[in-house]
């Protein structure tokens, strides 16, 4: 990012904004494969609005971020706005943004912590560009009451 570019706004109403999308996490965490509407893309801000407002609200100065395909200037907005540092390699995030989910990546590049220090793992926010459109995939397990089912577009194979 040069000095004439101008930096994108954050949340606009930042303090309201972030408890909404902290709450609609919290929601999708306890009932798993229900979907949560989180927000409208921010202007000038080239992600999803749900992924913009997850980083803004997830993540903080103690947080590393580690960009899948992102430039310099995705960083430095997070950067700016709530303080979050760039993980140099996937074993060092907290939180890891892919944004090309069919580029091909391992889950064992990334931390994955521990059952007595589960904190230390990344959790991965990737942004799909549908979940209607894909191939059709059940869900079961803890927190899916009946199963659910969701045709998530743009997973690798």
């Known amino acids: 990012m040069n000095a004439t570019q101008a930096l994108a706004a954050g949340l606009p109403d930042g303090v309201h904004d972030a408890q909404r999308a902290f709450r609609a996490v919290l929601d999708a965490l306890a009932r798993p ?3 949560r509407v989180i927000g409208q893309a921010l202007p000038g801000v080239a992600l999803g609005g749900a992924m913009a407002r997850l980083l803004l609200s997830l993540c903080d100065d103690e947080t590393p971020v580690w ?4 430039g310099v200037g995705l960083a430095h ?3 700016f706005h709530v303080g979050a540092p760039v993980a140099d390699a996937p074993v060092g ?7 090309d989910p069919g580029q091909e990546f391992h889950l064992t590049d990334f931390a994955c912590g521990t059952a007595a220090s589960p904190e230390f793992s990344a959790t991965l926010l990737i942004e799909l560009p549908s979940l209607t ?12 009451r009946r199963g659910a089912a969701r045709r998530p577009a743009g997973l690798a194979g």
């Open 33 to 35: 494969g229900q979907v």
């Open 67 to 70: 960009w899948q395909s992102a």
């Open 77 to 79: 907005w997070l950067r």
């Open 93 to 99: 995030a907290s939180f890891a943004v892919l944004v």
């Open 133 to 144: 459109d894909g191939p059709l995939l059940a869900w079961q397990g803890p927190g899916i």
